[in-house]
């Protein structure tokens, strides 16, 4: 695989002016961090007044899921840092991300089309931040940049490179006006702050390729039900461009449509919980059986990947609904042991519901739409896993098995990170023997 002259270029120039670092045995993703449950956003009840448990009944039309969407990444450190004027050195990132998707024949199985798994290569840094302090500077002409229109279409070619610069937040073409938060002078000594810039857009990189996946598995299943992992995090300041790049997969929908026919009958599954409900003491005590009622959000903030602070924010062109329900339950018969356990939470944009206007929902109103949220809930529940106890996995909780399989065949082509390195002409006999 060919790395592009300008990248390959200013990779010759980090081996030979840079400052090597040794000892980053773990990737990004591989390093632990405390799940949280403690932010907020604004969204509105639209089901009940009341926050208790709802019973799921049968009632609607009978719903199961003919494809599954993942997204993987594995980011690390390179072994080289940039060395500055100014006493810092500053490190940089390599990505590799990967989205595909999963379908079901008649007979249940399930199954791959290699046409509906893509992949990108990133590189990240702060670049316009070192160059302008004095470090060293990436430019050619053959780059694709985050800011580019690319970012999301279906990659044109096995795993495309694209250059990320974390300087500033976001990937809008204006972002170098918006100096707050900028990583300039001094704020590129916070690695801290720089690692998380970097795991922030790799994460919006992975959503938009997410997005081109599922805007070509539409063009053949144009109503097909989708289960995504994760939020359907899908930014209306995107929808311009999305429209004009993803438009001919959909039937050239027009840009005020686009999100409406890309997301609907997607169902998002959220299993970190940063969204930190009105009454949590509620939620927590939902049992077999039962869901929370229906609230309305106009923002995201449990994105995957994400560390720390968002890199790319902003509202949802039209409104989503998203709701709790619990995949499985811990030992024991009172249901407040059960904590998170198993807890997940469920997002569809309005369109799934035959919504056309969500600021106008009340409780009265909404009772017409039960019956497809309960259908939705239970076809989640039925892609469990077996019945079956795996000890020492924390995780299994809130495991989906066709995502789970999904995310083992995503993650079996990601390059390692000795390819990663290798891939940057950045591996030395000393360095290999730092990654494994």
Known sequence: MLVPSGIEGFLHELKRQGVRVAGLELSEEEQSFPMTFLEERVYASVEAESWKPLEVTTGGTKINFAAFLDGVQRTMMLPYRIPLPNGAQVPLHVAHIAAGVFLRDESGCLYIDPDLITARLLLLGPFHGIQEAGGLSVSSADLIWDTSDQTFDFPSEPNEWVVCDTTFHGTEEDRGMRLTGALLGEELFKEGLVRARAQGRVATLR???????????????????????????????????????????????????????????????????????????????????????????????????????LD?????????????????????????????????????????????????????????????????????????????????????????????????????????????????????????????
């Open 207 to 309: 959503q938009r390729l997410e997005f081109a996946v599922l805007a070509k598995f539409r063009q053949r299943y144009a109503d097909a039900f989708i289960l995504v992992d994760g939020p359907l995090f899908f930014l209306d300041k995107w929808r311009r461009k999305a429209a004009k790049i993803l438009g001919s997969y959909l039937g050239q929908p027009s840009e005020n449509c686009f999100e409406d026919v890309l997301l609907k009958n997607a169902v998002g599954l959220i299993k970190t919980h940063r969204l930190r409900p009105r009454h949590p003491e509620q939620i927590l005590k939902i049992g077999p059986g039962q869901r929370s009622p229906v609230v309305r959000i106009t923002e995201e903030v449990d994105i995957k990947g994400r560390r720390g602070e």
């Open 312 to 436: 790319e924010e902003g509202g949802y062109g039209g409104a989503h609904l998203t709701w709790y329900t619990r995949l499985y339950f811990s030992e024991g018969d009172i249901v407040l042991t059960h904590g998170l356990y198993g807890l997940v939470r469920l997002d569809v944009h309005r369109t799934t519901l035959g919504i056309e206007r969500a600021d106008t929902l009340n409780p009265e109103s909404f009772r017409v739409y039960k019956d497809k949220v309960d259908e939705i809930t239970q076809a989640v529940w039925r892609e469990r896993w077996p019945v079956v106890r795996r000890g020492g996995e924390s995780g299994f909780g809130t495991q989906i098995y066709p995502v789970e399989q999904l995310e083992k065949v995503l993650k079996a082509g990601l390059y390692p990170r000795r390819l990663l390195a290798y891939l940057c002409n950045l591996t030395e006999s000393r360095v290999e023997s730092d990654y494994y």
